[in-house]
């Protein structure tokens, strides 16, 4: 299995109460995701075959050249971060996740840092299709496709992100990650310096003004509807 520094995190101080209930992280629980892993890899030799398949009779009946193609998922998956295996959580590895896109007008090769959503998937559809769009939450991707790595005007950058099951909402940044809890519990994470999420920094006192103004966001985020989204 990968070898990334929050498998097995050992100081869970930081962290929510729910988290630190499932420690310790076992050497039995890491062979189990250990066979986990090795067998999404051997599935996922599958999911190659079945999109060289997709595309070759799209290539094979004259369709290729006009058909936009979105290769994504719905979520990801811990395998030992933070001790968990779970799915419907904030996490970096559960929360974001491969988005690739092929079509007219895509140039092939590049690459966006831009904030986007699964939200953003109708209105990019229903613009391409040419149908009205403007009632939505999310925006169409039609212009980041158009402005190649470039980062198009006015685009935001935020993503707003929730599990009403798990009970969590989350405001994701380049920067920061801020999640709070439905039982009150916060947790705050500098991504550009911490990309594994090893220490939340929500308590400390130099970040008490920006813990404002990110929850402040969130709770617009949480109401928003439409335009009041974008």
């Known amino acids: 299995m990968r070898d990334a520094p929050s498998i097995g995190e050992r100081d869970l101080s930081d962290k929510p109460s729910w988290v630190r209930a499932e420690a310790p992280y076992t050497d039995a629980e890491r062979e189990q995701d250990t066979r986990g892993y090795r067998g ?27 058909t936009y193609i979105f290769f994504l998922t719905d979520n990801g998956y811990l395998l030992g971060e933070h001790g968990l295996r779970e799915k419907n959580i904030p ?17 092939s090769g590049f690459v966006s840092d831009v904030m986007v959503s699964h939200v953003d998937i109708p209105p990019t559809l229903l613009d391409l299709a040419g ?3 403007s009632d939505l939450d999310g925006r169409s991707l ?67 003004d920006l813990v404002i103004r990110l929850s402040a966001r969130l709770r617009a985020l949480r109401s928003c509807s439409g335009v009041s989204c974008r």
Do not use: C
């Open 142 to 208: 039609v212009p980041v496709f158009s402005a190649n790595s470039v980062k198009p005007a006015g685009w935001r950058d935020e993503v707003f992100v929730e599990d009403l099951g798990r009970g969590w909402h989350m405001l994701r940044t380049p920067k920061w990650a801020y999640v709070e809890w439905d039982n009150g519990e916060r947790e705050l994470y500098d991504m550009y310096n911490d990309r594994y999420q090893l220490t939340s920094l929500h308590a400390q006192p130099d970040k008490g």
């Open 91 to 107: 996490y970096e590895e559960a929360s974001r996740t491969p988005f690739i896109v092929r079509g007219p007008g895509v140039r």
């Open 40 to 66: 999404k890899l051997k599935e996922l030799q599958e999911v190659d075959d079945a999109v060289n398949r997709l595309v070759g009779a799209l290539a094979d009946t004259g369709q290729l050249a006009n």
């Open 131 to 133: 149908a009205p769009w």
